[in-house]
């Protein structure tokens, strides 16, 4: 079979093709990160970055802030703390509250990604949607945006309610 049944699905499969698309290019990222000798994963480079632009964060603030989940966020973070990147850290008025930020070797990590392969993938990225980027944000925002207003379970119920209250 030569068809992509994915793409022919259209919106059937959008969630299907949107990994397939998201795992090609951290596939691609990670080619460019290790060109640059910067080998940790490219699924991890989000989470060092919003650590690189606060203190120190929670658990729960890294879950938020990244929109993944918890389990998922733990275990980047054990495999950030044994490659000495990250490190927990007790602060503030709770003590109970475990935060987690940079190390001193994280924080060139961040620098030196940012400077180098952050850099050449952002415009390497830029390239590939020549011209909509930003439209192709635009729509993922309001994606997002609509599914958190509504999920598709509650879309599909008031959808067909409509189609069996609808007049005759």
Known sequence: MSTDIVKELGLLTLGSRLKRLG?????????????????????HQPL???????????VGELVQALGVSQPGVTRQLGNLQAAGLVQAWQGGEDLRLRRMRLTEAGRS????????AWAAIRAAVTDACAGQGEALLGHLDALEQALDAQD???????????????PA
């Open 23 to 43: 795992e090609r290019l951290q596939g691609q990222t990670q080619v460019l990160l290790d060109a640059q000798g910067l080998g940790v994963p490219a699924s």
């Open 48 to 58: 060092l970055a919003a650590l690189a632009r606060a203190d120190a964060l929670s």
């Open 109 to 116: 990590y961040v620098a030196l990604a940012e400077a180098t």
């Open 152 to 166: 598709l379970a509650t879309r599909q119920h008031q959808t067909t309610e409509g189609a069996t209250h609808a």
